[in-house]
Structure formats: C-alpha cells, structure tokens
C-alpha cells in the first residue's frame, strides 16, 4: 500500500435565532440541512516510498512579503527563518497534492495571511489559530504565492507552520 | 451572533512501513509528526439574518460539461444539469462575496470517472474529485466575484448514461 494523505473536510452553516430574553438558539441552517463535506486521500511519497521525501514543513516561518512577485511562490523565498523556534524537515515535493497553512502568531501591523493560486486570490487566514487544508491536483510550488499585509520586520510579521506534500 | 460558517481542515500524511510477513505499520509520516490543520470560521447572510439567504445548495445535480470553457462558472445555472430524479436545490446564490465552497462527488456512472474544479482561465485543474470525494475550499472574495471564477467540469459531458453526480453548497453575502 502507497504512502498517503488522507485529508478531511467539513462545513456547518451555523444560524442563530433568537430565542429571546437575550438567548440565542444555534441550529444548522435551513437551507444547508446537514453538515457538509468528506474526504480525499491523495498518494505521495514518502521517506519510505524511495528513501526520498516530496514532503516538506516548516514550522513557525514568517511570512517574507507584502505582494505578489517572483519570490513570493511556495518554490522560492516566500519565508524568513529568523524566529528562534524555527525548524524546517523533508524535500519539495515538483507536484503537490496537500497544503496545509496554519496561522500561529500576528505580530505588529501583520493582519493576515493569504494565499493565491495561479495570481488569484484564494483564501485568507485572519485570526490566529486558523487554518486550512488544500487537496491540489499535483500543482508546482511556483504556482502557489504566500504573502501578508505588512512588509516583514522584527516587530511586523505573521508566523506560520507550513506543510506540503506531493510527489 | 452572525450566523456563521464554520469550517474543519485536516490533513494526516501516513506512511506504510514493511513489517515483515506481507504486514505493514502504518504510521505518521516521519516529516509531518502529526496531524495537520485547523478552523476556519466565516459570517455568512442566513434566512435569520435579514430574511434572504445567501445559502444555495444543489444535491444529485449532474456536471453538465467536460471543458472548462464558457457556462462552467458557479455563479451559472448551466454548469449542471437538474434531469436526475434525486436532484433537489434550496435557497439562493451569494450576491456580494462567496465565502466557502463545498463539493461532494455522488456517484461517476458510465464512463465518467470525475469532477474538476478549475480557477480564472481554466488551462490548470485546481483540484479533482472521485466518486465518495469531497472537499470543503473556504474562499476570500473582496472583488465581488461571487463564483465566476471557479469552473466545474467532469471528465464527460452528461448524457443520461455516462455521467458524474455531485452536491454542491455555495454560501456567502
């Protein structure tokens, strides 16, 4: 049996109706009926797979840039090792089949972290102690951009913790 | 409170060791070290909220195209086809921003295999789903794109025979 990553999804579109008195009840939407979402397993290789790794993490890195450029792609200088707690592992993988990004730390002027694919505005982590997971169909690195709002400097910066994953 | 939706990611990377004897140990990859991801939570426009949902869910609805050309976009009402006995839609489509985007591959009959969501120009597959796949994408949308986009597509055209079935939820403001 390959390696694999196994990711899950679920969305509940929580409504909330008074109840009065200044009470709320919280309920699952009328329109939604349910909770949504799954699951996708992807194979990638493992250490184990071929002795060589297409999956890397890198642990509480700041993000570098404040636009999109050449440098902002998840192949290049997207991250800032200077944070003492950070610690990077593994190999990038060429085709990557799970992202995830976890916000660990706004500090400063930093008010988010979002990501692009393909220059497009994707999707944004406002708050500390979100995060997401992508299950991507073998995109290169250099497709993906990490960026935030404010220009990295030692008091202006979002951490994260970064997994990528692929073949 | 604003009604709100509330999202779960996560992500385990497991590694099949050879135990020996045609066993294997499957264990978390020595790279990740645990479990990945999260929560995301968004405000979205409820029934409650004002009284016009912003909610819209389409279920056993069929991928009506297999190119991510014109008429594939989300905020269209011809990237699927309503001809399934089982298919059922409710509320409305997101007016102002789409926030989260959930998919649920049903069923690939015939020679269908899968669903492809592509972004923008659609020469590159963003992601693909396989019968019992599903995923949760949470979207930032300042630009008002309410799902134009986003194109979805199955690797066959819906012909009554060969098609790929799928619940689909867009929900925003």
Not at chain 1, 4 to 26: I, N, P
Not at chain 1, 83 to 97: A, C, E, F, M, Q
Not at chain 2, 58 to 83: D, G, M, P, V, W
Not at chain 2, 116 to 126: A, H, K, Q, S, T
Request: negative net charge; aromatic residues 8%; glycine residues 8%.
């Amino acid at each position: 049996m390959a390696s694999q990553l196994h990711m899950s999804f679920t969305l509940t579109a929580r409504e909330e109706l008074d109840a009065g008195s200044s009470q709320t009840h919280s309920v699952i939407d009328s329109v939604a009926q349910r909770t949504w979402g799954g699951k996708i397993n992807k194979d990638y290789t493992s250490h184990t797979t071929d002795g060589s790794s297409k999956i890397i993490v890198y642990e509480n890195a700041k993000i570098a840039l404040n636009s999109l450029s050449s440098g902002s792609g998840l192949d290049a200088t997207w991250f800032n090792t200077t944070h003492p707690d950070y610690v990077t592992r593994g190999s990038l993988p060429s085709n990557i089949y799970g992202l995830v990004i976890e916000l660990v730390e706004l500090s400063g002027s930093a008010t988010y972290v979002r990501t692009h694919w393909n220059g497009v505005e994707m999707s944004q982590l406002d708050n500390v102690g979100e995060a997401y997971v992508f299950p991507l169909n073998g995109s290169a690195p250099s497709v993906i951009d990490l960026i935030t709002n404010y220009a990295l400097s030692s008091n202006n910066y979002a951490l994260v913790n970064v997994l990528i994953a692929g073949t | 409170m604003a009604s709100q939706l509330h999202m779960k990611f996560n992500l385990t990377a497991r590694e099949e060791l050879d135990a020996g004897s045609s066993q294997t140990h499957s264990v978390i990859d020595s790279v990740a070290q645990r479990r990945w991801g999260g929560e995301v939570t968004s405000p979205y426009t409820s029934h409650v909220t004002d009284g016009s949902s912003k909610i819209v869910i389409h279920e056993s609805a069929k991928a009506a195209l297999a190119a991510a050309i014109q008429n594939t976009e989300l905020h269209r009402a011809t990237f699927y086809n309503t001809n399934h006995p089982s298919y059922v839609t409710r509320g409305q489509q997101p007016s102002t921003t789409l926030n989260t985007i959930a998919i649920e591959c049903i069923e690939a009959a015939g020679t269908g295999e899968y669903l492809e969501l592509y972004i923008e120009d659609g020469n590159e597959v963003f992601l693909r789903l396989y019968e019992g796949e599903s995923v949760v994408l949470p979207v930032y949308d300042p630009d008002h794109h309410i799902g134009q986009i986003f194109r979805l597509i199955a690797d066959v055209a819906d012909n009554d025979t060969d098609f790929v079935r799928f619940n689909i939820l867009l929900a925003g403001t």
